[in-house]
């Protein structure tokens, strides 16, 4: 009888904090929080070889880092051609409201990673086919800390805000976001290009 060999996992969860997944790599600084693997996200390279993962998720993580270009330079190359990634950052119009943010993003970071943009390409090439605004953000952090009347009142004007905001990411970014208080959260999914 063969003995069957371990899948190989192709799915990280960068930053994983308290959050760690299923079937996922779970890579996190704090190794108290019992990571699958502990490393400083801001020492690069990463443990991985090349071409190594078909989604990564970076979930409120990249804010936190001192040079995101690199960091996505670093998770192109260990990304597989045609490979997803699912970002997910604070909306520059409520990105500072945690001490150790260092940035808040805009509906402009994908242009950084297209090779015609004039304004700053940093050299590591993605699509992004989505761009998504949320107002309400990280639920489940949000149902543990806030009052039951809150966090519903939250997830209702939250939805509807969500739907308009994403009607046009960008007008809304540029235009109206202060109106209701900022938005909490932008998502990016970016296909890598290789």
Known sequence: ????????????NLGCGAFKKEGYVNLDCYGHL??????????IPYPFPDNNFELIEADHVLEHLEDVFGVMKELRRIMKPGGVLAVK??????????????RGF????????????KGGYCG???ACDKVKLRW???????KE????FAYYFGVIFGTAMDFFANLSPFICSRLWCFLVGGFEE?????ICRK
């Open 186 to 190: 932008m998502e990016f999914h970016f």
């Open 145 to 148: 800390t806030l009052p039951s």
């Open 106 to 117: 805009d509906v402009s970071f994908p242009y950084y990673f297209d090779p015609s943009f």
């Open 124 to 126: 590591s090439e993605f």
């Open 89 to 102: 950052v604070p909306h520059f119009s409520r990105g500072f409201t945690h001490p150790e943010h260092k």
């Open 136 to 142: 309400f953000a990280q639920p489940y952090l949000k």
């Open 34 to 43: 019992k990571p699958d693997i502990a490393h400083n996200l801001n020492s």
């Open 1 to 12: 009888m063969q003995s069957k060999e371990p899948k190989k996992l192709t799915k990280l």
